[in-house]
């Protein structure tokens, strides 16, 4: 882990790229030695005179002579180019070129300054090496050669927001190495086309390939080659958020390193294994892989020192500094060692930030080892590296509020990120300077700054959710806070300005709410996600109203949008420790436990906070659906539930939520003709309880519809991939336990034998996709899981990725009977002429409601529908 905001541009790639780049080159080295050398000069026949003869042979001789001279260049830049020192290597590089004869030994020297340029983000010079290794490729039959020169050309496509092209190019880079059978680089290739098609959105071919992948490398037999493809599959699954799968393909790698007694393989992947543990967020697991993994290394290694690092970092994040001060001393006099490079430099940083938020003055303090970095980067004139010290330095400055030296610096940094394309470095110090304009009194500045770091975070968004874990930005401290503290300077003199600047503030505001919750999506998939073009909410629904609730520290700001209406705003200080207080006071009312008559004050605070100021202009608009675009722990209040004092909300407004209307695909939908695939289980099941009311929901579904049914032993994973595929429905309605999570892996729906997680559910609901539109999903057993203010988000990555156009959930598992009757009425209203979706479910609610034995909130309250509400 290389330091909080370490996107240098060569990391940029990933670090499946730069490790399997590195095995590549050091792996063929052989190879282009062997085939870049010319052949010894024949005999000399009597025939040809003796001048002659000596003139050939020295000629020869001088040849060979320049061979070896462009071998040992080579070989020498790339020690330098797997040190880091990219400088270095290029000049190395530069130098063999003039000397290199055979158009082997030509293509090899540009093939590997395009390597380095693109490092340096020197995409100019990368593409002009490129060209003349592409132009000389076809004098040559070499097919090993022509492989890597793809992969290059491959990446830099990519890296230009190409992927379509970089995924053919990869794909004939494949080809070549299967004709060499040279497994590393047809694992290097097809790692390359998961990520293209990740970035193309198409998830299933991409999880398919990573399948195919496994299988393939499983099916070789046991070696060092196969550990390594192993570990760099278990790294891939950890990229796309797949922790447990992950675990179990790196502990398989694990026990063939180990088998092999080899040292540096087995420390490896336990590194990989300790890596994985800390983006399940099991940090004493982590802790623990990171000490075995360092157990049998030499502190001399590079790979000691890089496990160490991660080590601290983890120790100083759970603040456990008695530990840090333990291990720290060997750490810097290993550092001390270390010769420059980028490597290196961001490993200074990475202890230096690490330090920095120490609270103890016991420990050294960060600057000479940010200061140190910042001479190594201009001792091997790497411009990104030179970029993310300056930009460090810059926070270090920031956080000891000297102003003026922390602007100097986040500029410098931000002039030379622009310098090599590093948008990862550029982004994090627009930020950096907002923050800096802020503190200064500037905030036209730093609204500024802060659109440059939001547009930035948006160009990278397919690289964010790329990048592997040792190298993405954090989320939670470094994507999220943008947004929110744009949003909160956008909207904190909003009032005071006239009504054109105002609504420009509002719209902006609004837009930035939509990218976050796109952010915080993609982040959860840790894949990209299909958007729309956004429309006025009068062109979807001319009698919705839309409102944009953000928490901001100390404030929930609201942003209301009306047809054919200007935004409203309006706000309320809300210390975030009194939110959360009522959010919990109203989810703990709504156990049935507690009087129906406990759940009115927190319902009834939560609409003052949230509507009471709209009232007016719901009334005067004739409004009859309310459409929410929530935020945090609002995602996990059921707006349902919202008193006014005198009537619940649903009493008086169809209710919808959606995640953004950049995320609605507002396509009129038809009620009529409707036909469902019905699943469920009643008995008790993997440690879930019975829902035996499932079989008279299922029933009443059948009375209804036209309906393929899968109850209890036929509902399992293999049928109903078969039954969708089969049998084209509009609806399918799952009548079984299910979880939402925070994290997409611990997302899950209950079948007999299985739990379909959230991407096997996509997966097989998505196979049908091309048969008939999915109008609905429904999930009328499922619940947020507890502890998780988060979970919520679940909800919204199950509705967005299913491919329905609409999806009913609940917040909470309910009581069996009162589920099925309100789901009956839910049916028996959607097949009404002209019933929209919200309006259908707000009937069914309401139904339930007025039966005393279920009028308490919490049998009708927790359903909630998501996407499109008409």
Known sequence: ???????????????????????????????????????????????????????????????????????????????????????????????????????????????????????????????????????????????????????????????????????????????????????????????????????????????????????????????????????????????????????????????????????????????????????????????????????????????????ALNELRLLANTEQWDAVEVQLPTVRSRLDTLAPSRWGIYAHINLATTLASQRSSSLPQPLPLLTRALQQARTIEDVTAEAYALGQLGELYEQAHQWSEALALTDQAIQLAQQTRADEIAASNQWQRGRILKASGNADGAIAAYNQAVTLLESLDQDLVALNSEAQFSFRQQVEPVYRQLVQLLLQTVDTLPSDQQQQRLARSREVIESLQLAELENFFREACLTYVQQPIDEIDPQAAVFYPILLGDRLEVILSLPGQPLQHYGNPLPQETGLETFLALRQALNPAFLASEVLPPAQQFYDWLLRPAETSLEQQGIQRLVFVLDGYLRSVPMAVLHDGNQFLVERYGLALTPGLQLFESLQSSNQALSALAAGITVPRQGFNALPAVDTEIAQIQSQLSTRVLLNQDFTDTKMAETVVENPVSIVHLATHGQFSSKADETFILTWSDRLQLRELEGLLQQRELQTPLELLVLSACQTAKGDERAALGMAGVAIRSGARSTVASLWSVQDQSTAELMTEFYRQLTQNDVTRADALRRAQLSVFQRSKYAHPYYWAPFVLIGNWL
């Open 1 to 307: 882990m290389l330091g909080r905001n370490n996107m240098g541009r060569s990391l940029r790639y990933g670090l499946l790229m730069l490790l399997a780049w590195s095995f590549v080159l050091a792996s063929t080295a052989t190879t282009f030695a062997q085939s870049s050398r010319l052949a010894e000069p024949e005999a000399l026949t009597v025939s040809i005179e003796v001048t002659q003869a000596t003139a050939q042979l020295d000629q020869a001789q001088s040849n060979q002579a320049q061979s070896n001279q462009v071998q040992l260049l080579l070989e020498q830049g790339q020690q330098r180019y797997q040190a880091e020192q990219f400088v270095a290597a290029v000049s190395l590089w530069q130098e063999a070129l003039p000397l290199a004869r055979s158009e082997t030994d030509r293509i090899t020297v540009n093939s590997y300054l395009a390597l380095a340029y693109q490092a340096l983000g020197q995409v100019s010079a990368a593409e002009e090496s490129l060209g003349s290794a592409l132009s000389l490729l076809g004098t040559v039959q070499n097919p090993l050669l022509t492989a890597q020169v793809l992969n290059i050309q491959g990446s830099l496509q990519f890296h230009q927001g190409q992927p379509q092209n970089a995924l053919a190019i990869w794909q004939q880079a494949e080809e070549n190495y299967r004709a060499v059978d040279d497994i590393a680089g047809i694992v290097l290739s097809r790692i390359n086309q998961i990520q293209a098609l990740r970035s193309l959105g198409y998830y299933p071919r991409a999880r398919r390939l990573i399948v195919d992948l496994r299988q393939d490398i499983e099916a070789q037999p046991n070696s060092l080659l196969k550990a390594q493809g192993l570990q760099t599959i278990g790294i891939t699954l950890r990229t796309v958020g797949e922790s447990a799968a992950s675990e179990a393909v790196l502990t398989e790698s694990l026990t063939i390193a180990q088998s092999f007694n080899s040292p540096e393989a087995t420390a490896q992947t336990l590194f990989q294994l300790g890596n994985t543990a800390l983006a399940a967020e099991h940090p004493e697991a982590a802790l623990a892989w990171y000490q075995q993994a360092q157990t049998d290394l030499s502190s001399d290694s590079r790979l000691w020192l890089e496990i």
